[in-house]
């Protein structure tokens, strides 16, 4: 929706015209996938697709939020939030996390809307979260530190909402770069903002299915890395290298082993990715993150029908030099780095591959670098 729009709807909402607006990205890892939870890398980037807010502070602390794509809304006072299901934990989990790190609140009228399919694996959540931070911020002149907001956002989703994810989708909505992906180091919450290779466009490839419940398996995967990490002696696996897992390897559970030499590969895979974007070397970045998907196909088993379908197909297809799932896998969405000058060809062709293999509708788009939450211009 764009602003003008924006603006209009909170106008024929709330009377008046909004205060000011706001953003905060989805986002699209190309590599680094479920090393977070153990302080290991990830290389996402801030993408093109974005929850929008409209809003004007109140003198009260009432938050009247408007869920436009929901045809929804939720009043409630930003000193006493309460636990809700839907989209309304995520405003409620925010204040609760600003209120927590001693923030005082000021309430808000908003109208929102977003462009990030849910439940697709690009962070329609933490860029919700981030959005309403950044309302909160603006409404109650809140100091805007990026990366302090990325971890209060992730503990609100963390003991708010009850999923127990990483660092990886608050941090590049808040921090993301325009033009630039950015190699995160989990542990210290150090970025490094490396290019996309010249000549090549980062493609997602929507598989048209969306995960159910993985709250559990995405724990389950959690515990199963945590026992990895004990019984190999270090703190987290981060700290765990190929030797060390070939050494102490055979006492661990054959699940829990093909568990850790995911996450152990997958950091190396991301630091020599991060290498290869450095020398714009398009090719090596291609055969890492087609490598990261047959590891979390088959050492760590969050992939699914449908992303292995579209990868197989992406992979065949002209002008495409890797392509593997993204996020926390089953379903969802895929990601492709593709030749700039073949991406038409490379949809067209991808698209019908996939539709008549798997008879789902798929939305193939390629996507640009963007920056973290912030002002909403235009
Ligand atoms: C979800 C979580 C992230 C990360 C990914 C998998 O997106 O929110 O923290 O663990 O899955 O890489």
Redesign the pocket.
Known sequence: MTPERLRAAFESRFGVPPDRLVRAPGRV?LI??????SDGF?LPMAIDREVRVALSPREDATVRLVALDLDDEDTFDATAPHRKNGWASYPHGVAWALAEEGHALRGFDAVFTGDVPRGA?L?SS?ALELALARAFAEAGDLPWDPKAMAVLCRRA?NAWVG?A?????QLIGACGEEGRALRIDCRDLSTEAVPIPDGTRVVILDTGTRRGLVGSA?NERRAQVDAAARGLGVAVLRDATMDLLRDRGEALDPTVYRRARHVVSENARVHEAADAMRRSDAATLGRLMSASHVSLRDDFEVSGPALDTMVQIARAAPGCHGARMT???FAGCCVALVAEDAVDAFVTEVDARYCSATGHESALYPVRASAGAGPLTG
């Open positions: 890892n680094g996938e479920h090393t977070d939870t990830v694996g962070s933490a989703e999923v994810s990483g660092i990886m989708d995405y996020g926390a896998g």
